[in-house]
Structure formats: C-alpha cells, structure tokens
C-alpha cells in the first residue's frame, strides 16, 4: 500500500510534467507561425521583385544598343569636337582661339547662361590660369543673350552650337534684328498725295494757210 504523502508528489510531479509540455507545445506552436509567417514574407518579397516595375523601353533599347552604332557615334562627336578646334583657330587670331581656351571658355558660357555661377567661376580660375583672354568670354555671353530667343531647349545640340558660333563670331547679330536695322528705301511720293498725272502730249500747230498769187 503506496504511503499518501508519496502519493500526493506523485500527483504534482505529474501535473508539474504536463504543465511542462503544455508550455513547451505552445513555444513550439509559437516558434513555428512564427516561422511559416517569414517564409511567407521572404516568398512575397521575391514575387514582388521579380514582378517589379519594368525598365522603361528606352532604357531596356538603350542597353542593348547596337555596340556598333554607339562606337560610331562617339567616333562623330571626337571628330565634330577637333574640327570645332581647327575652326576656332583659323577663325580667332590669338590665344582664344587654342583648343585649351575653347574649350574651357565655352563652358563659362554655358555655366553663366545655365545660372551655375559658382561652377562657372571655378571654370573660369582654371580658363585664366590657362592665359586665355577674358574679353572673349564676355563677348561670346553677350552674343549668345543676343541670340536667346533662337535657342530651343528640345532641340540637341541647339545651346551648345549657338555658343560655339558665337565663341569664334561674338559681333554675329540675328537675321531678324538685321533686317528690321536695315534702311527702308523712301518711296517715291511725299506723304499721302496721289502722283500727279501724266502731261498730256502738246498738239502740233496747225499749218499756216499758202499766200494767195500776185497779179499780174
């Protein structure tokens, strides 16, 4: 016959072990939502990178341009840049026409009519340690406001071609101011006055009647 104090632990231990497993199964159960939750998150999160956004098509043509094209048009841009150099130096007599002042000048230009004053100061250190001539770049940005309403912006190439043009031409005017500046001849009548008509042609005399005979 088991004792009642033995039988009485016996009973806790009993309850105290299924406590225990109780308490364990739940960790367990906890343990493993919260596991399959991450899985879920990590899986969502894959989807969703892999079902992203698309490059844009200009992007995507872009990358898988021909590698042909592109070298050809850098290979355009290196010689339009070297005959812009050849151009300045024929046309400018004078250290604003090397390629080192042409190329730094230029871009004071641009900086000052794009209103990045600091970078184009910078530019501008650079371009008179260079000895090149401060007068050109005055005059090029003075050309250049001149030409302002001929620039396009969606154009390529529009602001830096009109720059170049008036590095090596700073007294270029447009076509249009000429035009307007150019003398009117004066017309041919004063005022509002009608012209006067045509003189009618004068009649010839009429011919002198014959002397009438002497008698005889």
């Known amino acids: ?56 098509p200009d992007q995507t043509k872009q990358q898988s341009g021909n590698p042909d094209a592109i070298a050809n048009a850098a290979k355009e841009a290196n010689q339009r840049k070297t005959d812009e150099f050849v151009e300045a130096q024929q046309a400018i007599n004078g250290p604003g026409g090397n390629p080192e002042c042409v190329w730094l000048g230029r871009r004071v230009v641009r900086l000052m009519w794009n209103d990045d004053l600091d970078t184009a100061f910078r530019h501008l250190d650079l371009y008179d340690r260079f000895g090149c001539p401060g007068g050109q770049v005055q005059a090029a940005f003075r050309c250049l406001t001149r030409f302002g309403a001929q620039i396009d912006d969606k154009v390529r190439g529009s602001l830096d071609g009109r720059i170049h043009a008036c590095w090596i031409n700073p007294g270029a005017q447009p076509q249009a101011a000429a035009a307007a500046a150019a003398p009117t001849p004066a017309p041919s009548t004063a005022g509002n006055a009608a012209p006067a008509p045509a003189a009618s042609p004068t009649p010839a005399p009429a011919p002198s009647a014959s002397p009438a005979p002497a008698a005889k």
Do not use: D, W, Y
């Not at 016959?1 to 806790?12: K, N, V």
């Not at 009993?14 to 919260?34: C, D, F, M, P, Q």
């Not at 879920?40 to 079902?51: K, T």
């Open 1 to 56: 016959m088991i004792p009642q104090g033995q039988e009485h632990i016996g009973e806790c231990m009993r309850r105290r072990l299924l406590e225990l497993k109780n308490t364990g199964l739940r960790h367990l159960a906890v343990t493993g939502l919260v596991v399959t939750g991450l899985a879920l998150l990590i899986g969502a999160g894959g989807a969703f990178a892999q079902s992203g956004t698309p490059s844009p």
